[in-house]
């Protein structure tokens, strides 16, 4: 039979037992309100399109025992409860809770404020307690801005205070900034990344959370993860919350232990966390002075080892150094300035050796001022002092000009020694070391001619570098001979110009010295009776090759006393009056120094002087005889030759 359909105004069904109305299969009932007052059972699914009303919140109980196959949502966002604050669910079993910490009031253990992250198969009876919150934003590449606790309001990289074992959020919405914490000041350098107790870390844009582990150190930084140099700044990690009492407590003060379960701010021990303050004496070990002056220092290191040492190291691309200061001002206020005096010892560093009852001072070096100060003026010495039988006592001062004074207390050249020893008398020999004045000495480690010890000396007004220099050469591996060697720059090269051997003998290699004669023997004519320069074209010896054999003429390098000589043999005629033959030697064209003259055909003829001569001079020999013929003077070199040499 086919499906009909009808209508009914009003169905009442009376009576007991269990009324039962069935559909082949579908059963809808389209009407405005269905009211039922009694049970219902319905033995498979119930579709419902619209509203639904399942009893009143006062006094009746809906059961579900089914498993819920959809999403149950709220008609309005943040319009409807789950319970209420006077009748609570008991147990609540979540994967993940979102939602404002603000609205979620009442958990217990908790204290719940801002935004909650994704909290991932949490009980909420066991959610983290969050002891503060920081908004995290920037202002571009240039830095962080950051609210939220310790009253900070959009403030530019400050520094965050975190307690141990407390957990904390930092709500970051800075895109392509994000937010790293490291153990290094300064710019992200990766490698030395935090994330010990980090939950989300180095987020741009999201919750990071930090729970403090108790591990943690005093100071962590964050900063940029891309590398921004502008977005740095510090967290400061405290200790977990004390109940132990602290007394006389101020700012800076550094906490020590107390009697009981007190603690004490100590007034002379400040700590500003970048300056450590003491105002009294630092001691490592015993309390004894060890100062032979019996001062007792400020800081005072003492042990039975090099642990008693100070050392200091600067590690850094830079100029930075380490350095020890003395500072002194006659202001007996400290931090006061009065100007310092004359003769003021700035700093000193003294040695002290026990002599088995006291400690005794061995040397020092001292820091003075030496002269007056004026503003912005400190002239300053440094004194060298060591102790003997007499006493400390200077041995050595460098003054403010920078002069070098041994046992001489007012040097006024860069390097004056002064000794008042009465030594042994110098008698021909070398003295011991012991009765000298200085020492140069040289302890090359095998014997080889030619080891030296030098002094060298030199000159520059700022365009020509000019060296000399004196040494004591060793003349032979197999002996004891040492020669003094005496080196001079003649602009060309800086060569050995004098040498004293070690037997005494004296030589000069480039001592102006030469020998000139005729390059060929024979008879040879003046052609004249006059005086005529001597035509000496060759030389046997020309050392600096001053004499010209072109002009026949030596020229004088350098002025001092030279010693002349020439000579010839003559074939003039013996009736003349004793003039047959006459040399002379001429200086500058026009002054005869030397004559000599010969009466006697055949005769040899000379003349010969010491004169002092100036440098440029020209000196030159001449001769004549008193007749002229195919031989008036004899060429061979043992004849006829014209020297001189620089005496001194």
Same mark, same amino acid.
């Given at each position: 039979m086919a499906d009909k359909a009808f209508g009914v105004d009003q169905l009442d069904i009376l009576g007991t037992g269990t009324p039962t109305i069935s559909a082949p299969n579908q059963l809808n009932l389209d009407c405005h309100t269905v009211a039922i007052s009694t049970s219902v059972t319905v033995g498979a699914n119930l579709t419902v399109n619209g509203n639904i009303d399942l009893g009143n919140a006062s006094s009746d109980t809906i059961s579900l025992t089914g498993v819920v196959d959809t999403n149950i949502i709220p008609s309005a966002d943040s319009s409807k409860d789950i319970g209420s604050n006077s009748v609570r669910f008991a147990n609540g079993y979540f994967d993940t809770v979102y939602g404002s910490g603000a609205n979620l009031t009442s958990l217990p253990a908790a204290n719940l404020t801002g935004t909650l992250p994704a909290i991932s198969g949490a009980n909420l009876t066991n959610l983290p307690t969050i002891a503060g919150i920081w908004s995290v934003g920037h202002n571009g590449a240039s830095n962080y801005v950051i609210s939220g606790p310790g009253g900070l309001s959009n403030a530019n990289n400050p520094d965050l205070y975190l307690e141990r074992g407390k957990t904390y959020q930092f709500v970051v919405n800075a895109s392509g900034h994000p937010f790293g914490i490291q153990t290094v000041s300064g710019t992200w350098t990766g490698s030395n990344a935090y994330t010990t107790g980090i939950t989300n870390a180095a987020a741009a844009v999201g919750t990071i959370t930090f729970a403090v582990p108790y591990s943690a150190p005093a100071r962590l930084y964050y900063a940029c993860t891309s590398q921004h140099s502008g977005m740095v700044g510090n967290l400061y990690i405290q200790g977990a919350a004390s109940t132990v009492d602290v007394s006389n407590n101020a700012d800076n003060r550094i906490i020590t232990g107390g009697s009981g379960s007190s603690l004490n701010g100590e007034t002379n021990l400040l700590f500003d966390g970048g300056t450590l303050a003491l105002n009294g004496r630092y001691q490592r070990g015993s309390a004894t002075v060890q100062d032979g002056d019996s001062i007792a220092g400020g800081i005072n290191i003492n042990g039975t080892d090099m642990d008693a040492s100070v050392i200091m190291s600067v590690f850094g691309n830079d100029n930075d150094f380490t350095r020890i200061s003395g500072s002194k001002s006659r202001n007996a206020s400290i931090g006061g300035h009065t100007i310092v005096q004359n003769n003021d010892v700035l700093l000193s560093l003294k040695g002290f050796g026990s002599d088995g009852s006291n400690f005794e001072e061995a040397a020092q070096i001292e820091m003075q001022v030496d002269g007056t100060p004026n503003n912005n003026v400190m002239p300053g010495r440094i004194v060298f002092k060591t102790t003997t039988t007499d006493g400390v006592a200077e041995r050595l001062r460098i003054t403010s000009a920078g002069d070098v004074g041994i046992a001489n207390n007012s040097p006024s050249c860069r390097l004056a020694v002064t000794d008042t020893a009465e030594h042994a008398a110098y008698a021909n020999v070398t003295p011991s070391v012991?009765?000298?004045?200085?020492?140069?000495?040289?302890?090359?480690?095998?014997?080889?001619?030619?080891?030296?010890?030098?002094?060298?000396?030199?000159? =520059? &007004? +700022? #365009?020509?570098?000019?060296?000399?220099?004196?040494?004591?050469? /060793?003349?032979?591996? %197999?002996?004891? @001979?040492?020669?003094?060697?005496?080196?001079?720059?003649?602009?060309?090269?800086?060569?050995?110009?004098?040498?004293?051997?070690?037997?005494?003998?004296?030589?000069?290699?480039?001592?102006?010295?030469?020998?000139?004669?005729?390059?060929?023997?024979?008879?040879?004519?003046?052609?004249?009776?006059?005086?005529?320069?001597?035509?000496?074209?060759?030389?046997?010896?020309?050392?600096?090759?001053?004499?010209?054999?072109?002009?026949?003429?030596?020229?004088?390098?350098?002025?001092?006393?030279?010693?002349?000589?020439?000579?010839?043999?003559?074939?003039?005629?013996?009736? =003349? &009056? +004793? #003039?047959?033959?006459?040399?002379?030697?001429?200086?500058?064209? /026009?002054?005869?120094? %030397?004559?000599? @003259?010969?009466?006697?055909?055949?005769?040899?003829?000379?003349?010969?002087?010491?004169?002092?001569?100036?440098?440029?001079?020209?000196?030159?020999?001449?001769?004549?005889?008193?007749?002229?013929?195919?031989?008036?003077?004899?060429?061979?070199?043992?004849?006829?030759?014209?020297?001189?040499?620089?005496?001194?």
């Amino acid at each position: 039979m086919a499906d009909k359909a009808f209508g009914v105004d009003q169905l009442d069904i009376l009576g007991t037992g269990t009324p039962t109305i069935s559909a082949p299969n579908q059963l809808n009932l389209d009407c405005h309100t269905v009211a039922i007052s009694t049970s219902v059972t319905v033995g498979a699914n119930l579709t419902v399109n619209g509203n639904i009303d399942l009893g009143n919140a006062s006094s009746d109980t809906i059961s579900l025992t089914g498993v819920v196959d959809t999403n149950i949502i709220p008609s309005a966002d943040s319009s409807k409860d789950i319970g209420s604050n006077s009748v609570r669910f008991a147990n609540g079993y979540f994967d993940t809770v979102y939602g404002s910490g603000a609205n979620l009031t009442s958990l217990p253990a908790a204290n719940l404020t801002g935004t909650l992250p994704a909290i991932s198969g949490a009980n909420l009876t066991n959610l983290p307690t969050i002891a503060g919150i920081w908004s995290v934003g920037h202002n571009g590449a240039s830095n962080y801005v950051i609210s939220g606790p310790g009253g900070l309001s959009n403030a530019n990289n400050p520094d965050l205070y975190l307690e141990r074992g407390k957990t904390y959020q930092f709500v970051v919405n800075a895109s392509g900034h994000p937010f790293g914490i490291q153990t290094v000041s300064g710019t992200w350098t990766g490698s030395n990344a935090y994330t010990t107790g980090i939950t989300n870390a180095a987020a741009a844009v999201g919750t990071i959370t930090f729970a403090v582990p108790y591990s943690a150190p005093a100071r962590l930084y964050y900063a940029c993860t891309s590398q921004h140099s502008g977005m740095v700044g510090n967290l400061y990690i405290q200790g977990a919350a004390s109940t132990v009492d602290v007394s006389n407590n101020a700012d800076n003060r550094i906490i020590t232990g107390g009697s009981g379960s007190s603690l004490n701010g100590e007034t002379n021990l400040l700590f500003d966390g970048g300056t450590l303050a003491l105002n009294g004496r630092y001691q490592r070990g015993s309390a004894t002075v060890q100062d032979g002056d019996s001062i007792a220092g400020g800081i005072n290191i003492n042990g039975t080892d090099m642990d008693a040492s100070v050392i200091m190291s600067v590690f850094g691309n830079d100029n930075d150094f380490t350095r020890i200061s003395g500072s002194k001002s006659r202001n007996a206020s400290i931090g006061g300035h009065t100007i310092v005096q004359n003769n003021d010892v700035l700093l000193s560093l003294k040695g002290f050796g026990s002599d088995g009852s006291n400690f005794e001072e061995a040397a020092q070096i001292e820091m003075q001022v030496d002269g007056t100060p004026n503003n912005n003026v400190m002239p300053g010495r440094i004194v060298f002092k060591t102790t003997t039988t007499d006493g400390v006592a200077e041995r050595l001062r460098i003054t403010s000009a920078g002069d070098v004074g041994i046992a001489n207390n007012s040097p006024s050249c860069r390097l004056a020694v002064t000794d008042t020893a009465e030594h042994a008398a110098y008698a021909n020999v070398t003295p011991s070391v012991t009765a000298c004045m200085m020492q140069l000495y040289n302890n090359p480690p095998n014997e080889t001619a030619n080891d030296h010890a030098t002094m060298q000396f030199g000159v =520059n &007004g +700022g #365009t020509h570098n000019r060296v000399a220099s004196i040494s004591a050469v /060793v003349e032979s591996a %197999a002996n004891r @001979k040492l020669a003094f060697a005496f080196c001079t720059d003649e602009a060309g090269s800086r060569t050995e110009k004098m040498r004293i051997h070690g037997d005494g003998h004296v030589t000069k290699p480039l001592n102006p010295a030469f020998r000139a004669r005729a390059s060929s023997g024979g008879w040879k004519s003046f052609g004249n009776t006059s005086f005529n320069i001597m035509p000496f074209n060759a030389t046997d010896c020309n050392n600096g090759n001053h004499y010209n054999t072109s002009t026949y003429k030596f020229t004088v390098p350098v002025s001092g006393n030279y010693y002349f000589y020439c000579q010839m043999q003559h074939d003039g005629t013996t009736t =003349n &009056g +004793g #003039t047959s033959g006459q040399m002379q030697i001429v200086v500058q064209g /026009v002054a005869v120094i %030397a004559y000599g @003259k010969s009466g006697r055909q055949g005769e040899v003829v000379n003349c010969g002087t010491v004169w002092p001569c100036s440098a440029g001079n020209v000196i030159y020999c001449e001769g004549r005889t008193n007749i002229t013929n195919p031989d008036d003077w004899h060429g061979d070199s043992y004849y006829s030759f014209f020297t001189g040499y620089l005496v001194g």
